[in-house]
Nanobody, 123 residues
Framework: QVQLVESGGGLVQAGGSLRLSCVASEQIVNTYPMAWFRQAPGKEREFVGV????????NYGDSALGRFSISRDNAKNTVFLQMTHLKPEDTAVYYC????????????????WGRGTQVTVSS
């Protein structure tokens, strides 16, 4: 059974940094592109970034450009999201996703999801 488990969220002051992790079950490591999305209360799920199976391509959403960095360690079945210069508007639940069947940026095209980890940025 495919599982994704996020961790690393928490409360941080504006300007601070956090590193999120997503541990995947072995079945999907080396098999699918992996992505991060986020969802703030009352808003739609937003694309943050995606990384190819071997890290051969990376694409970021507009809100992540220049501040966030996505990486993966296939030996540890883990994908990371390094977030710097955090802003209050980055407050959201951050989700890990895998196996996009269509657009990398469309959450509806992803098959597998974690339960999310809360990130709260105080001003």
């Amino acid at each position: 059974q495919v599982q994704l488990v996020e961790s690393g969220g928490g409360l941080v002051q504006a300007g601070g940094s956090l590193r999120l992790s997503c541990v995947a079950s072995e079945q999907i490591v080396n098999t699918y592109p992996m992505a991060w999305f986020r969802q703030a209360p009352g808003k739609e799920r937003e694309f943050v970034g995606v990384i190819g199976m071997n890290g051969n391509f990376i694409n970021y959403g507009d809100s992540a450009l220049g501040r966030f960095s996505i990486s993966r360690d296939n030996a540890k079945n883990t994908v990371f999201l390094q977030m710097t210069h955090l802003k209050p508007e980055d407050t959201a639940v951050y989700y890990c996703a895998a196996d996009p069947s269509g657009s990398w940026r469309n959450p509806e095209d992803y098959t597998y999801w974690g339960r999310g980890t809360q990130v709260t940025v105080s001003s």
